[in-house]
């Protein structure tokens, strides 16, 4: 890296606070996409760690007049290329940038620095008697602004929605050095056009978010796990479907084909509870009162009868509860030496059977395995193409270009929660015209007119 | 108007739609705004009634390659101006594009036309069992498209936000004629930048919004309302802190002050059930069960008279509860007469005792009478203006610079849910640094080159 610009960085934030050894610097170039599809790493790079959002106005300002390309990086856990350096960079690691601010009890935020992660967050609220912050996208090294700007999902979204719906405001600096506020702890905000929500999910190629307000929500005092097993797929999503049109809201709702949570649980040498069938739906429900918890349990048994479920299993103790969570988590860990592309498209509940079906239909006509677990209660399945040794098969773009296809057909989005990042690029056509990508990139132009933010993500 | 232009509208709509009388023209050409504020209206306009997104696209092109301005219309209720025509303008009225299109009970979504009326969303589901569209900003002659363009509000944001919460996807004609989607019926979306949140709250000054895919919820079986009494607006502003530190959520928690809901039962000659006190907040509540309700009257209650509450009164029956609700309508129409301005900025609850604490301050320093009446609940207050015959006072600018000082100070959004429109344009920059604004006006460009689409408003 060019020794101008690692003069230039340990001028504004210190010496102590650049990496520039080739060895210390290559972990920050990557994060955690799949081999088969990552994009080329460059490692020629340089690590900054500010402590403020005016330092990383320093480094913008001067970036931005020299045209070299800056990204921002948090917890390194994108899976989708978005934190891969592709070309010389400016690394800037917001680990440094981790106070948890304010928590408002009134106005029911918490406001934190963009370098907080997801750990951080959860164990401030596990001390916390009756508040929480809801959003759960798996991994807990993940960093607040990272998952601001990736719009993270995760299982709760059934009841809680994503990122976006908890973002009450924030703070980014632009790329060319103005440091800009959007929203606030407001319930109502009508002035002006909604930046806040066009940094949220614009995978950090906007600005770098610096700050962050979340709402919190009132925990509730009961939680419990219930798994129910059917024969096939299409009578689980008849299930789901059906008891969404009951009203009921859990605050999970997992897929799981018995094959992948059976290896995942003999991987770590654990017992799932449940043997017959073919696929699992796992609910995570949690209510106010223990009875409600019950008449939930109830319900949903019921209605899971009613469309073929074989056997039903209530987690009514913690332990029983950790260990299904537990081997639920591990199911990507115990494929991925096997995960050529891990697809993260979303459909409507509606056409979910429709999806389910056509997904066999290419498992079936490739004989490529393609792995479906997953979000099922918001939609959003995960697909992975496995190969034994997660090379790619050769006719890997016929099966993805199949897929895609079949989530526009079925009126879905080609990234739920993974993001577009470096991977999937090409395949936004599919979702937009050339208008609306015209208007994005035209977007992407106002913030950030000599395109040095994280180029070649997202759009 | 220009004979061309009626002409021209006349081939892309048909004759039939088409409105060049200045008579017939008129009404069209304002919106509801207290008239001490409102600009002056241009009434040399022709009315468009298009029958689909194609007509109104085929209008956008004619209109942007001659630069005349175009406004879309919808109820024509807001209180900003937002759909007042200040210069000869092509207004199109949304009015024929009313139908709704589906119900999708698994994906919990309402699709319609941008032209359906509040009044035909809450009649769709007066006649559905179990689910509802929860948002309701008060005049149902209010049309989908505007309630999305104005990010509408109301009583119910407590539990269920605003608008912009509960629209999944959006269509849009631009200013430059191409029509362009925006999410759909998905819970997760990680594609591309969100034009969805741009154009939800933008005023129509970036595309017309002509279909929208709203969320719908299931409807509580029980609802009740409760009305609590108070001596001053110090303990009730507490009493709705310490709620929400409790974790509870009303659908709704309105304050008014003891002489304008007086004022407003007189008005149309019924009883407001308490007589005690200064100030009452009244709860509108709703649970699936019943003996949940009793149990929240309870806990709110029981708060309240921690605050000094001095009487507290259970509205049971549905027609008490329909009293209620009658009144509190009421007390807008019945002062404005005398409304001015009807300000409604909106603060973190955290901060609403500061609030309300300076425009008592700010009352008594210019001794003109500023009624404060609003949705507590979710920190947007409606402080009113008043005068004996709505004429300015002397001293209105200097009230209204203090007012919005103080909501700037308190962490607040000058407008909470009314909008900027046309009349609150030059206040933007209290809220917004240059850059900020310079975002807003650079996207605004991005979207409507030529600036034809209600120039004026918003910005």
Redesign the interface.
Known sequence: MNENIIRKMQEIVGEDWVVSDLDKVSSYCEDETEKAVKPKVCRDCVVVKPASAEEISEIMKYANENKYSVMARGGGTSLSGAAVAIMPTIIISMERMNKIIEV??????VECEAGVTLLDIVELFNKHD??YFPIHPGDEGAQVGGMVV??A?GVR??RY??M??QVKGLEAV?PTG?I???G????????????K??L???EGI?GIVTKVTLSIK??DKHIGSLLVSFENDSDAVNAV?EI??????PLAIEYMEKTAILRAAEDIGMTWPSNVGNVDLYFIVSERKEDDLYEMYETIVGICEENNAVESFVAESSKEQKTLLEIRSHVYPSMHKMVVDAIDA?????NLAKYMEGIKKIYEKYGVEISTIG?IG???MHNSILTEDAEKPECYDEIVDEIFNLVIEC??????????GKV?NER?KL???E???N??K???N??DPNNILNPGT??
């Open positions: 408002d009890e009134a106005s029911l935020t009756s508040l990736m719009n999902g979204a059934v929605g994503v976006r719906d632009l103005e800009i506020h959007a606030g702890k407001l319930i109502k905000n009508n002035a002006g056009l909604d930046l929500n066009l949220i999910g614009s906007l009132p925990k479907t969404f049109k009951s009203g009921i809201k979303a459909v409507p509940i509606k979000h918001d939609g959003n009126e879905g989005a080609i990234t739920g929660e993974h993001g577009v999937r936004l979702q937009f015209t208008k609306e990508l208007l994005m035209a977007i992407k106002v913030f997202a759009l």
